[in-house]
């Protein structure tokens, strides 16, 4: 499986005056080392639950044999499904099996398709996040990267029990 960031998040869950306050920043000299921190913050967050934050959109690719065991392709009786990595699934975008797009329905994070695709290259497109602006996060996530952001500041370890019920867990 291989897995492409096509387009990444227009924004960051955080500005830089929230970052500021939040660090208790009074002058103007870091500003432009900001945005740098929000997006490594961000992207820790991602890392750590297996989630997109913000709207994303991703290109994954498939090919067969897929492992019996595998946790992202599986047969479920006339049905292949296929779970998507990064979660929450907004909308799937095109699905095509060798440049030829082919039907198929969603149920939450995953992808159903006819069992006769199971040896077939499938190219899967798809946008995943809470949505396009920092209002659609959960608090706690939002919570989560500011305090990253102090973390990767004060050059501490980022320990962050509130990403645990947010983790996704692959089983083998």
Known sequence: MKLILKTPPLHEPLTGDEVKAYLKLSSDDEDS???FLITAARAHVESVTGRSLLKQIWTMEIKPP???SSPLVRLKGPELEIRLPKPPLIEVLTVEAGNKS???TTSENSL???NNLWDQ???ITYSAGYGD???SLPPDLKFATLM???FFYDGDIT???LLHPYKVYRFI
């Open 159 to 161: 320990e962050l029990p």
């Open 102 to 104: 082919i039907p198929f």
């Open 121 to 123: 290259d499938l190219t």
């Open 112 to 114: 159903k398709l006819s």
């Open 148 to 150: 990253a952001t102090r």
């Open 66 to 68: 897929y492992p019996p």
């Open 33 to 35: 080392f900001l945005p």
């Open 133 to 135: 602006s920092a209002e």
